[in-house]
């Protein structure tokens, strides 16, 4: 990385989904012309990006939160049409209501579906026939889909690249700072420890994890943040189940969801997917404590637990796991909603951090930054 200053329009801070999709909307809707990405791994979206599980909500998740789930509902049709070949549409997806410790029944669950406008009708027997009846009370058919994450990224460096944006891999940025009566100036290091600084009119911290993660003048996010270490298992299969994705319903359950990019599927519980969480500051790097956190997977744990409910999942084969930091909105902790965060750092003008915690969000985003007077 050089030591000269560079200029920009724009820098994005942060490689994965949503920093590539708002550094091409830069370029394509709003014209700026020099735009540089700036990312501290290898390669584009190998984190929160990769490391998730892969599910295109159609709002059937978030029944005690009705914004998230409506906007799901709306941005969804819009994701499948403009990354048609991310999406796998090929398996079929269940929602179950457990009859015990859940926080919402199947009436109830029947009615939000129909408020926000989401597909859902009863299983067939043999579909039922998979569950414990004396544990599931009903099961949906629903249309929730599933995205290739590998297919994602090759989208993001060819879109990128045809947008003209500069691409820096391996740039961790350090500091974020005023210049006076000029642009701002971001700091990053490259692997080999060396320093660069860029100057650039915008930046938008896009960083997931990592937002409140920089020295110099950067006042950090008003909202709070907490930060978990989570578990997702990739798991193969048994012939029964493996051309459905299913989520149990409402409280200390399970999702099963396809993971196209590996041809697995993803095993995530309530109960023993975090494994640990800490509120989010400044001087604690999430990824440091991610590298250093002992990986011991729980997937016996989960299978036992899901197997009481789908017999045939004790049958699942265990492949890895895939352990990230996820960052939630404190704020949205008893609701289980997902609203981004788009924060304008008054103190630092030219400056936005933002936040999505699923993947149909950039919706969202986009729309806060088309009311922005770049």
């Given at each position: 990385m ?52 892969a599910?295109v ?44 410790n859940?926080?919402v ?26 569950f ?15 995205f ?17 944006v ?8 350090t ?16 692997a ?82 975090p ?9 604690i ?33 265990y ?46 985003v ?9």
């Open positions: 050089s030591e000269a200053n560079t200029d920009f329009d724009a820098i994005i801070i942060g490689g994965g989904f949503y920093g590539a999709a708002v550094a091409t909307y830069l370029v394509s809707q709003r014209g700026l012309k020099r735009v540089l990405l700036l990312e501290r791994e290898s390669a584009l979206m190998t984190r929160a990006s990769y490391n998730n599980q599910r909500h159609n709002g059937y998740h978030y029944p005690r939160s009705f914004t998230t789930a409506y906007r799901s509902r709306v941005n969804l049709p819009r994701f499948v049409k403009d990354w048609p070949q991310v999406v796998r549409q090929d398996f079929t997806k269940l929602y179950a209501i457990a009859r015990r859940s926080k029944t199947a009436k109830q669950f029947e009615r939000f579906c129909h408020e926000i406008g989401a597909a859902i009708r009863p299983a067939e027997a043999a579909l039922h026939e998979l414990e009846p004396h544990l599931i009370e009903a099961v949906y058919l629903v249309e929730e889909y599933a290739d994450s590998s297919e994602l990224a090759l989208w993001a460096t060819a879109e990128l690249a045809g947008c003209g500069e691409v820096r891999l391996q740039a961790r940025v500091h974020i700072a005023k210049a006076v009566d000029g642009p701002l100036r971001v700091t990053a290091c490259s080999s420890g060396n320093a660069a600084v860029m100057t650039s009119r915008y930046v938008f911290n896009c960083t997931y994890s990592g937002l409140n993660q920089f020295a110099g003048d950067f006042p950090g996010t008003r909202m709070g943040l907490k930060q978990e270490i989570t578990e997702m298992a990739l798991m193969q299969m048994p012939p029964e189940l493996e051309g459905l994705g299913v989520t149990v319903m409402d409280g200390p359950f399970f999702s099963m969801m396809p993971f196209p990019s590996r041809g697995l599927h993803t095993l995530s519980h309530v109960r023993y997917t494994h640990t969480h800490w509120n989010d500051q400044r001087g790097d999430p990824y440091q404590r991610l590298n250093s956190y002992e990986k011991s997977t729980r997937v016996d744990r989960m299978i036992r637990d899901v197997g009481r409910y789908m017999p045939a999942a004790l049958n699942a084969g492949v890895e796991s895939l352990f990230e930091v996820k960052t939630v909105l404190v704020k949205n902790e008893g609701d289980d909603g997902r609203p981004i965060l788009f924060e304008r750092h008054e103190a630092l003008p030219g400056c936005f951090s933002i936040l999505g915690g699923k993947i149909d969000n950039i919706y969202d986009l729309e806060k930054l088309d009311a922005e007077a770049l």
